[in-house]
């Protein structure tokens, strides 16, 4: 039964997360909160993950869930449900890509579904921030001051202007965030 539901939240996610990988991070803390098979915060370790393996973010962040929820089984599953939607359209679309190419409709639909596609992977960056930059709990309790997650967002602002004045590769910044990560861990912060 895991397997179906798995199979249909992804083929779901599938089907309505336009604009990319991101654009699934949404529909990943809305199975979050219905179905309690991964925290939030596995939700920013699949972010991790997904960003320094190869390939599609969202399929990779299909299989890590689905390996979280069921296993191997259940990563296959789950990234199979996620590329079934797309593969379906593609295969419609390609049967009438004459009449599509030039319709006035489909340009106009894919002029609305840029907005939509922008505001959801803002609304999953904003998730992203919330559980790797604020401390929410804290603000709650009076504690101004442990709102932010220091360490963690002078880490962020130092790797954005890093990466803005250097010309390094990307997975230069990912290794160096993980090793700052691991010594994050081992001194406490």
């Given at each position: 039964m895991i397997y179906l539901q798995l199979f249909?939240?992804?083929?779901?996610?599938?089907?309505?997360?336009?604009?990319?990988?991101?654009?699934?991070?949404?529909?990943?803390?809305?199975?979050?909160?219905n179905t309690h098979?991964?925290?939030?915060?596995?939700?920013?370790?699949?972010?991790?993950?997904?960003e320094c393996t190869p390939g599609a973010i969202g399929i990779?962040?299909?299989?890590?869930?689905?390996?979280i929820t069921g296993?191997?089984?259940?990563?296959?599953?789950?990234?199979?449900?996620?590329?079934?939607p797309s593969v379906i359209i593609i295969l419609l679309i390609s049967r009438f890509l004459e009449k599509f190419r030039d319709s006035r409709y489909v340009a106009r639909a894919f002029y609305g579904l840029r907005p939509a596609s922008i505001a959801m992977i803002s609304a999953a960056g904003i998730n992203v921030v919330k559980v790797a930059?604020?401390?929410l709990p804290a603000l709650t309790?009076?504690?101004?001051?442990?709102?932010?997650?220091?360490?963690?967002?002078?880490?962020?602002?130092?790797?954005?202007?890093?990466?803005?004045?250097?010309?390094?590769?990307?997975?230069?910044?990912?290794?160096?965030s993980a090793v700052v990560g691991i010594l994050f861990r081992f001194a406490g912060a």
């Open positions: 249909f939240q992804f083929f779901k996610t599938g089907l309505f997360s336009v604009g990319g990988g991101l654009a699934t991070l949404p529909f990943l803390y809305e199975m979050s909160n098979w991964f925290t939030h915060s596995d939700i920013a370790d699949m972010i991790a993950i997904s990779n962040m299909s299989t890590y869930a689905g390996y296993g191997i089984a259940g990563g296959c599953i789950a990234t199979f449900g996620l590329a079934c930059l604020i401390n309790e009076g504690d101004i001051l442990g709102f932010f997650k220091f360490p963690q967002l002078l880490l962020a602002v130092i790797l954005f202007i890093a990466m803005r004045k250097l010309k390094w590769h990307p997975i230069a910044f990912l290794a160096i």
